[in-house]
């Protein structure tokens, strides 16, 4: 069974930075990719950036340019550097992986099969 625990929220002025964690323990198997996704309150969750295990990277449109990334597999971490937030990314922020293939992109959640709790992230006007 695989454990993904997120840390890094917090609150911050818009422009502001922060950069997420993601520690994946439970699984000899490094992940086909993973993904951050974030759900804001009475909104679906939605996919935010994601990484497959050659580098190769995906983001959100709204995202583009202001989020990256990254991922340290010697120490089984996932990373999402976020800058010039705006108070639109205000959000529970979710880590996310995969160890099989799946057919509907890699930032969709029917693309994951395993999900952290939740960091919180809080940008303010």
């Known amino acids: 069974q695989v454990q993904l625990v997120e840390s890094g929220g917090g609150s911050v002025q818009a422009g502001g930075s922060l950069r997420l964690s993601c520690i994946a323990s439970?699984?000899?198997?490094?992940?086909?990719?993973m993904g951050w996704f974030r759900q804001a309150p009475g909104t679906e969750r939605e996919g935010v950036a994601a990484i497959e295990k050659d580098g190769t990277t995906r983001y959100a449109d709204s995202v583009k340019g202001r989020f990256t990334i990254s991922q340290d597999n010697a120490k089984s971490t996932l990373y999402l550097q976020m800058s010039n937030l705006k108070p639109e990314d205000s959000a529970m922020y979710y880590c996310a992986a995969a160890f099989r293939w799946y057919s509907t992109g890699v930032l969709t959640t029917s693309a994951y099969g395993y999900w952290g709790q939740g960091t919180q992230v809080t940008v303010s006007s």
């Open positions: 439970g699984n000899t198997y490094t992940p086909l990719y």
